[in-house]
C-alpha cells in the first residue's frame, strides 16, 4: 500500500490569499457600488516592454521555420542569455562571476523552493521574519522543520530571525548557529533593506561559522540608494558561502512568461562536494531547460533599448511606492520600505493587530492590501501595500487613506 509523504500534513494552511479574497467578495457583493483598489497582491500590471515583445516576436517566428527551429534548450541556459546576465549582472559590477556558474530557470520560486534538495537532511535553517513563505514551506515538505506551533506560529527546528522596527528590520546574529541561512533583500515584505557593509558582515558570519546564504535577489532592480548591494557578490568572500537567484519577474513583468536564474560559484564546497557540481546534476535530471522564447525575451533585458525601457518600468513603479508612502507619512502613518523596493511597510494605527486593519481599511478606504501577520508572526500589527498598481489606481487609493 503506499503511503504519502507525512511532511505534507504537518504544513499550516496557507489561507492568507484565500481569505483576502474571501473577505473582498464578501465586501464587494455587500457594497456593488463601491469601486474596490486592490494594493494586495506582488503581481506586476505594466505591459511587458517592447523591446521584448519585439524579441519574443522574432523568437516565434524562427520557431516556425525548420533552419532556426530551437528544440531542448541546453540545461543550464542558453550561452547568449548566461553570457549576457554575467557581463551585466555582475561583471560590469566588479563582481567575479563566470557563464559557468549561472543556471537559467523558469523562475526564482521554484529554485528557491528546490535549493534545498542539496542540503542534508539535518540541516538547520534560519529565516528572517516575517518572510517569504516558499524558504520554510519547501523545507517542510522535505521534513526538515520538526513541529509546528500554532500558537507561536513557529516550528521547532527553523531558527527565526525578527526584523521589526525595533531593528530597523536588520536581521541579527542567531543566537544558535545555523546551517543555512535565507536571505532575501531587498525584502519582500518589508521592502526595507541592509547596507552594503551589514551585507559583509552576514558574509563573514557565514564564512566563520560555515553557513551557507541563499541569497534572494528578487528585488535588486528597485535600489535606489548607493550602500545597497545589487549582488551578494560585491562582499568579499560571497564565494565561498553563498547562492544568489534571481528573477526577470519584478524587474522585467515576467510574471506570466517566467524566467529566473541561480548563481553557484565554484568555490562552494564542502569537503569534496561542490555545489555547482551537484546543482548542475539535479538541473540536468529534472528540468529540462526554459523555453527558447523566452530566454530570448530574456536577452532583450540587457539590450540598450530594453535597459531603458526597463528603467522607465520601475520607475513608473517606484514613483507609486513614493506616492504611498508620502501619502501614508501625510496621514500620520509610520512606514517602512518603499524606497529600495516596491512594498510599503506600515504600522498599523492605534493598536489594531493586521486583520483589524485589513478590515477597517477595505470597509472605509476600500482598499486592499496583506496583513503582515500573514508573513510570520513578527509581522503582526503590520501591513504591506505594494507599488505593482496603476498610478491612477495608486493616488486613488491614497487619497481615500488619507481623508479617513
Ligand atoms: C516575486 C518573488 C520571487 C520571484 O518569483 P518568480 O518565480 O521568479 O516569479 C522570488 N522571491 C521573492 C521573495 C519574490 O517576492
Known sequence: MFQVNDNFQKLP??????????KVNAFSSANP??????????????????????????????????????????????????????KNDYQDRGCDIQADEIFVSDGAKSDSADIQELFAADT?????????????????????????????????NVIYMPCTKENNFVPEFPKETPDVIYLCLPNNPTGTTITKSQLQEWVDYANKVGALIIYDGAYEAYIS?????????????????????????????????????????????????SLNAMWARRHGTKFNGAPYIVQRAGEAVYSEAGKAQLKEQVAYYMKNASTIKQGLQDAGYTVFGGVNAPYI??????????WEFFDYLLENANVVGTPGSGFGPSGEG?????AFGTYENTVAALDRIKSL
Not at 528544440?71 to 548566461?82: I, K, N, S
Not at 537567484?245 to 560559484?265: I, M, Q
Not at 503590520?382 to 505594494?386: K, M, P, V, W
Request: aromatic share 10%.
Open 345 to 354: 511597510w506600515l504600522k498599523t494605527p492605534e493598536n489594531m493587530n493586521s
Open 13 to 22: 494552511g496557507s489561507y492568507l490569499f484565500s481569505t483576502i479574497a474571501k
Open 124 to 156: 538547520k535553517i534560519a529565516v528572517c521574519d516575517p518572510v517569504y513563505p516558499v524558504y520554510v514551506d519547501a523545507n517542510v515538505m522535505a521534513g526538515r522543520t520538526g513541529t509546528y506551533n500554532p500558537d507561536t506560529q513557529m516550528w521547532s
Open 225 to 273: 540608494e548607493d550602500d545597497v548591494a545589487h549582488s551578494i557578490y560585491e562582499c568579499e568572500g560571497a564565494r565561498t558561502c553563498a547562492i544568489e537567484l534571481k528573477s526577470f519577474s519584478k524587474n522585467a513583468g515576467f510574471t506570466g512568461v517566467r524566467l529566473g536564474y541561480t548563481v553557484v560559484p565554484k568555490d562552494l564546497k564542502r569537503g569534496e562536494a
Open 382 to 386: 503590520y501591513f504591506r501595500l505594494t
Open 33 to 86: 457600488d463601491k469601486k474596490i483598489i486592490r494594493l494586495g497582491i506582488g503581481d506586476v500590471t505594466q505591459p511587458l516592454a517592447p523591446a521584448i515583445i519585439e524579441a519574443l516576436h522574432k523568437a516565434v517566428d524562427e520557431m516556425g521555420n525548420a533552419e532556426t527551429f530551437h528544440g531542448y534548450a541546453p540545461d543550464l541556459g542558453y550561452d547568449f542569455l548566461r553570457n549576457a546576465i554575467v
